[in-house]
T-cell receptor, first 113, second 115 residues
Framework: KAGVTQTPRYLIKTRGQQVTLSCSPI?????VSWYQQTPGQGLQFLFE???????NKGNFPGRFSGRQFSNSRSEMNVSTLELGDSALYLC????????????FGSGTRLTVV | DQQVKQNSPSLSVQEGRISILNCDYT??????FLWYKKYPAEGPTFLIS?????DKNEDGRFTVFLNKSAKHLSLHIVPSQPGDSAVYFC??????????????FGTGTRLQVTL
């Protein structure tokens, strides 16, 4: 059974650029959530999608956005990158419509220089 | 506002001994708690959970204790093994609020099990 797939695994971008990260959930999972992991901050919630609708959003600036497609695949976009956006971005999917039975992907390591 | 706190960033324990990882929360709406384990370059994996109607849940070497009055939970690993060396995240959720809740994580505790 395929797990949650995140692409790319590693990314280096320059300040001011934008980036799009992709997440393919486990087949049959309709809920996808995104988290940002930075040292000392743990996992900070970005947003959650269920059946193409954003259901919850964390306390991140509007530069962070996301969407979910009809096949449950999700993308997140960060515009006007800042050095502080360097982090591991984790995607998690769940079969349930309740956002806690998560399976995480391995993440995308974004470095902004 | 860190609603889930893990005040010990790191912990070192000898192989065979007990590891105790602690977690505190401030939001009284949380009624479901989970522990995740994370190795470098991998995503977190679910370890064990507990509902607020219980005060203890056991799964093999892992036991989670919940003290609702103190808003505190702990994860006990007995006996600790070198393969347990990882970062452990505590997480909390408000099931009764339905889909409005989100899984809230602590900052993590790095456990190192030494030989």
């Amino acid at each position: 059974k395929a797990g949650v797939t995140q692409t790319p695994r590693y990314l280096i971008k320059t300040r001011g650029q934008q980036v799009t990260l992709s997440c393919s959930p486990i087949s049959g999972h309709r809920s996808v959530s995104w988290y940002q992991q930075t040292p000392g901050q743990g996992l900070q919630f970005l947003f959650e999608y269920f059946s193409e609708t954003q259901r919850n959003k964390g306390n991140f600036p509007g530069r962070f956005s996301g969407r979910q497609f009809s096949n449950s695949r999700s993308e997140m976009n960060v515009s006007t990158l800042e050095l502080g956006d360097s982090a591991l971005y984790l995607c998690a999917s769940s079969k349930s419509d309740r956002g806690y039975g998560y399976t995480f992907g391995s993440g995308t390591r974004l470095t902004v220089v | 506002d860190q609603q889930v706190k893990q005040n010990s960033p790191s912990l070192s324990v000898q192989e065979g001994r007990i590891s105790i990882l602690n977690c505190d929360y401030t939001n009284s709406m949380f009624d479901y708690f989970l522990w995740y384990k994370k190795y470098p370059a991998e995503g977190p994996t679910f370890l064990i959970s507990i509902s607020s109607i219980k005060d203890k849940n056991e799964d093999g070497r892992f036991t989670v204790f919940l003290n609702k009055s103190a808003k505190h939970l702990s994860l006990h690993i007995v006996p600790s093994q070198p393969g347990d060396s990882a970062v452990y995240f505590c997480a909390a959720y408000a099931i009764h609020t339905g889909t409005a809740s989100k899984l809230t994580f602590g900052t993590g505790t790095r456990l190192q099990v030494t030989l």
